[in-house]
Structure formats: structure tokens, C-alpha cells
């Protein structure tokens, strides 16, 4: 009986390995992986963000863009990375500038706000980014302006700029009125800056009331959940929008990480910049 314990373990090891090896998998389309390839391929369009834009533990919505028809000849580029805070965007500008981008997309600031929740949110990101400095609506603001101007001033690209999602679905709780407080810095400094502004913030709120869920729920820092929730997509036929219906989400998975029907906002947002650039 004991081996056969010992043999469950190591199998659920396994398993477990195979699925933070699916989630976390790095885009092969990513920044330095096409500045190495080169192509002739344009426009250049760059998605620069978080697990959002990542698209391993929630829906992939630049995948999906990538196989629209109409962009056939262009060039997608994935830079979105999981736990990802502004701090680290600002890292991948070098690289954003010498690939020389006709469209920059930057769908940010999740994990910013998350990391002012509590002091274990923070601990988190401080651990795995060896952050130096406490995160706060200033740092945020700050990086933000920084990565904007900088896109603005050293590359020719057209730049849009997405509210970060909602945090949670109950616009009650702490973590939505922080997502909601994020949205506003977001929007502000992006006018100010004179970007373009992609209101997904507002819009996945307005259409949580058009809804009439009978229950909203919050955010809670559950880490379990998050890891269930990616652990039943990647080893079931569930979607996204299964899983996130089972957790007793409307647009999200596991009340951070958006499922197909928030995805496909983001990504219709998304195409009407870049169907308007194409001639």
C-alpha cells in the first residue's frame, strides 16, 4: 500500500510539472525570439503585458488575433509574460525599440494593484522580481508614464494603451474599487501622454450590470484556485469559458485571469486599431 502511495505522488507530480510547464511556457513569437529571426513581414504589431496577454492561464487573445485573415502578412509579436508589473515592461523597451513596431499594444497594471492589496500580495511579487521598492499608485504612474513616453519618442509605433480588467466581479469589494482606481491613473496619464485609450476596464463593468448576475464575486488571494483553474484546462476538454462558468465568473476564469467571453472583448478592441491601420 505504501508504494502504491509513493507511486500517486510522484505521478501527481508529474502531471503537476507538465501543467506550470504549459502555463508558464514563454511565447515563441515573443520580443527577442523575432529580433533574432528578423522578417520582412509587416505591420509589425507588439502586445506588451502581463498573463493577460500571455495567453497560457486565460484565454489567448493574441493567439487569436494572430489567425485573423486580414493578417496574414503582418507580423505578431507576444510580449506578455505571467506576473508581470510595470517595472518589468520598462525592461523590455530596448529590445521593443530596435525591432522598430508599426503598432504597440500595452495591456498592463493587474499585478501592480494587486501587489497594494496586502502585504503577502506584495511579498509575492517580491520575491519573484526581487523588487527593491514597495509598489503604490505613484510607482505605478510613474513606470506607466516612463514606458508610454519612451514608445512615444523613440520608435515611430501607433500605441494603445487597454484599462487594466476587473479585478474580481463584485464592484463592492476592495479589489474591483482598486482595479476601477487603476483604470482612472491608466486612463489619465494616457490622455495626458496622447496615446490612445482602450476603455476594457469600464466596458467589462458595464456589461457585468447589463448581466443581472445574481451573484457577483470578488476577489479573494486564493493561489489553490488559480492553480485548479489551470490545472482543469490543460488536463480536461473544459474552455475557459466552462471553467469560469463553474467558478461563478461572468468574464473571468478565477477572478484575475479573463475566459473567452472577457477575451474576446479585449480582442475586438484590439483588431479595430489594427484593421484600421490596414489600408
Known sequence: MKHISKLWIFIFFIFESCVIFQATKVPSNNLKAT????????????????????????YDYVGSIAKHPSLNN????????????????????????????????????????????????????????????????ESFSNHLRTIIKTIKTDTNAKLIVFSPPILGEDPNSI????????????????????????????????????????????????????????????????SWNEIGDSNGYHYLTDAIHLNERGGKILEGMALEEIISKEP
Not at 529580433?35 to 486565460?58: A, E, Q, W, Y
Open 74 to 137: 503582418s507580423l505578431i509579436i507576444n510580449e506578455g509574460i505571467n506576473s508581470r508589473l510595470t517595472l518589468q515592461i520598462m525592461e523590455q523597451l530596448e529590445d521593443l525599440k530596435e525591432l522598430k513596431p508599426d503598432i504597440v499594444f500595452l495591456l498592463i497594471g493587474t499585478n501592480d494593484l494587486k501587489a497594494t492589496l496586502s502585504t503577502d500580495e506584495y511579498k509575492r511579487y517580491a520575491s519573484l522580481w526581487s523588487l527593491k521598492e514597495p509598489v503604490t499608485e
Open 175 to 238: 479589489p474591483f474599487q482598486r482595479s476601477k482606481r487603476f483604470a482612472e491613473l491608466t486612463k489619465n496619464i494616457v490622455i495626458q501622454e496622447k496615446a490612445i485609450y482602450k476603455p476594457l476596464h469600464e466596458t467589462l463593468s458595464k456589461g457585468l450590470e447589463e448581466a443581472k448576475l445574481k451573484t457577483r464575486k470578488p476577489y479573494i488571494q486564493n493561489t489553490w484556485d488559480m492553480y485548479w483553474t489551470i490545472l482543469r484546462y490543460y488536463s480536461t476538454s473544459a
Open 35 to 58: 529580433i533574432i529571426k528578423s522578417s520582412n513581414k509587416t505591420p509589425k504589431i507588439v502586445f506588451l503585458g502581463d498573463s493577460i496577454t500571455h495567453g497560457r492561464v486565460s
